[in-house]
């Protein structure tokens, strides 16, 4: 049996499904590598929304995700970009699902981080920004999750120079209860945030993140990186002060930056966690037990899907995570907060689920089939 999927150029082309999922079960925890995935939200669809109003979200599936990935001994990342933060999911929307996560987690024996930002704010002053971030830091400790300092829309608009960088970040890591992790989400993820750390240089910019570090060695449990750059997160984790973890955010370059090399490796957390979930925790397993080889069978072939979902415009690639959770059967419907499942194009999706599907992601490929032939008939393939 095969299915008609569209390519680039305009035209149809046969694809054979896969007809069995690769195996993969639930085990132990890991003993290598700490490993995040940021998880997205699933939508209402039943709601009356628009594409400017705030998120609608169907907690029952969202929080089951959470367990699906806690099962396999992921961690969570809540409230990351991922979940749509900043591109339909507003503060009060997440603010509700760090305090829904967090109390789910707590149920489940699950780890989970979540994000701290300023997206209160569009704009503003030094006081103000440092106001927000202290808001959302107090939400996620009261909610008892590690915090994760996200990069700020507001901060880079209001700061001149890295000073006001190293003033906002030593505020807020001199009150922070718990060690937190310091997330620099590059300009592909987000435009907003071009010349973070005051420089839009990334060597000038890399010397002022690692001057917050070094002012605050304990209160850093690790820093996240998504530059997309793998030599430059190598020559930055060779630098963090002792105890300091690198958390790769690398979504081109995972495999490689996990397995690491005789001076160190890094952690993970990562956006294309969330659909390679069970994949991915069965390949750290194997690195557990010192098989990097294997390790890097299992992830390796996964690179091309992930560059795929985050190909130009990197932002979008929200939408290829959640269509690749419907197929997967982890929810009902191919609809997002903020109407962002129409941020990618047909062929976009048919490539991704043809991707997918050749990795044996789909737990039932038989309903992840009838699920893309479903969206070609509404496209207009019929055939």
Do not use: N
Not at 193 to 206: F, I, K, Q, V
Not at 213 to 240: M, T
Not at 271 to 294: E, K, M, N, S, Y
């Amino acid at each position: 049996m095969t299915i008609q999927l569209p390519s680039l150029d305009g035209t149809l082309r046969p694809y054979e499904p896969r007809t069995e999922p690769l195996p993969v079960t639930p085990g132990t925890p890991f003993t290598s590598r700490t490993v995040f995935a940021a998880a997205h939200v699933v939508a209402d669809p039943y709601a009356d929304t628009t594409p400017d109003s705030p998120a609608a979200v169907d907690w029952d599936a969202t929080l089951a995700f959470r367990r699906h990935l806690w099962s396999h001994g992921l961690g969570v990342a809540e409230a990351m970009d991922t979940a749509q933060r900043g591109m339909g999911l507003d503060w009060a929307g997440a603010a509700e699902l760090i305090r829904r996560s967090a109390a789910e987690a707590r149920s489940a024996g699950g780890r989970i981080a979540c994000g701290v930002g300023t997206d209160q704010l569009t704009g503003g002053s030094l006081a103000e920004i440092r106001a927000a971030y202290e808001e959302q830091l107090a939400v996620v400790e009261e909610a008892g999750a590690q915090p994760i300092l996200m990069a700020s829309r507001a901060l880079t608009s209001a700061a001149s120079g890295p000073e006001e960088y190293l003033e906002v970040y030593g505020h807020l890591l001199r009150q922070s209860a718990e060690p937190v992790i310091l997330h620099w989400l590059g300009p592909m993820f987000d435009p907003a945030l071009e010349g973070y750390w005051g420089a839009t240089d990334l060597d000038p910019a890399t010397e002022v993140f690692l001057d917050v570090i070094a002012a605050y060695p304990d209160k850093v449990d690790g820093v996240k990186v998504s530059l997309l750059d793998a030599r430059r997160e190598i020559g930055l984790r060779r630098r963090l002060p002792r105890g300091v973890r690198c958390y790769t955010g690398d979504d081109f370059h995972y495999p490689e930056l996990i397995a690491g090399d005789d001076q160190g490796f890094s952690h993970a957390l990562l956006g294309i966690f969330d659909p390679l979930g069970p994949l991915a925790a069965q390949a750290v397993r194997v690195l557990d037990t010192g098989d990097t080889a294997g390790f890097r069978g299992l992830l390796d072939p996964t690179v091309e899907l992930s560059r795929h979902l985050f190909r130009t415009p990197t932002r979008f690639y929200k939408t290829g995570v959640v269509f690749l959770a419907w197929l997967a059967g982890h929810q009902t419907h191919f609809a997002m907060v903020g109407g962002l499942q129409s941020a990618r194009s047909l062929p976009h999706l048919a490539r991704a689920y043809e991707l997918a599907d050749g990795l044996g992601l789909f737990p039932d490929p038989k309903l992840a089939e009838e699920r893309m032939k479903t969206l070609l008939s509404l496209y207009g393939v019929t055939s």
